[in-house]
């Protein structure tokens, strides 16, 4: 009699376990608090004060949007794998699943994107753990690129101001190719690649920045 006890109740344990899964029974009980922490990778947040969009998106496409400050947050999840993207809220910049786009103007130039970050991570939320932590590696999204120009000779006094166009550079990527890349390159490749206008300042030296 006992042992037929037992059986029924680890029968009943494993039952429990799969309806948590398949989401047909009552889920209270299957729902996990997990913790998504932002590890800041050779970066460091914009504005420590600043909230990060959170997109928590499951297997079947399902997402639910949240905000976090620059150290993590809370959210309640169902046991599966689930993909979690995050940046910082960026000017002239829009996130699309996971690809990172800059706008451009009516002549197809890019504008400048604001210095920021982001990431995403793949993790599955297991049902037997009752505490989980989801690490979202948060890489910079930008850099700085100077471009200095010297002009020689008598004409020095007559240029105004100097202007010019750089060719080649990435207009949109994948967020996991921000710095440094997920996979560990020195180069990365770009969805689409354009130009962006430049502006240069002279100095005391003939030179222009």
């Known amino acids: 009699m ?29 729902i996990r608090t997990v913790r998504i922490e932002l590890e800041w990778l050779f970066t460091e947040p914009r ?12 297997e079947n496409g399902d997402g639910i949007e949240l905000t976090s400050d620059i150290y993590g947050t809370d959210v309640d999840l ?8 995050g940046a910082e809220p960026a ?3 829009t996130l699309n699943g996971l690809d990172l786009t800059v ?8 504008l400048q994107p604001q210095p920021f970050s982001g990431g995403t991570v793949s993790a599955e939320v297991l049902a037997e753990l009752v505490s989980q932590t989801i690490v ?6 930008t850099r700085e690129l100077i471009i200095q120009v010297r002009f020689t000779g008598d004409g ?15 207009i949109s990527r994948d967020i996991n190719n921000g710095f440094p890349p997920a996979d560990d390159r020195t180069s990365q490749t770009a969805l689409v690649y ?8 002279g100095d005391d030296q003939d030179w222009y920045t």
């Not at 979202?136 to 999204?141: A, D, E, F, S, V």
């Open 78 to 85: 169902r046991p599966g794998t689930y993909q979690v993207t």
């Open 2 to 30: 006992k042992k037929n006890k037992i059986i029924g109740l680890l029968a009943f344990s494993v039952f429990g376990l799969l309806s948590c899964v398949k989401g047909d029974f009552d889920i209270s009980d299957c």
């Open 103 to 110: 706008a451009t103007d009516a002549d197809g130039m890019a």
């Open 91 to 93: 000017e002239n910049v």
């Open 194 to 201: 354009g130009s962006i206008r430049y502006t240069f300042t």
């Open 136 to 141: 979202l590696p948060m890489r910079r999204q």
């Open 47 to 58: 504005d420590p004060q600043e909230l990060i969009p959170l997109t928590v998106t499951s």
């Open 156 to 170: 020095l006094s007559l240029i105004n101001g100097v202007e010019g166009t750089l060719n080649g550079v990435a």
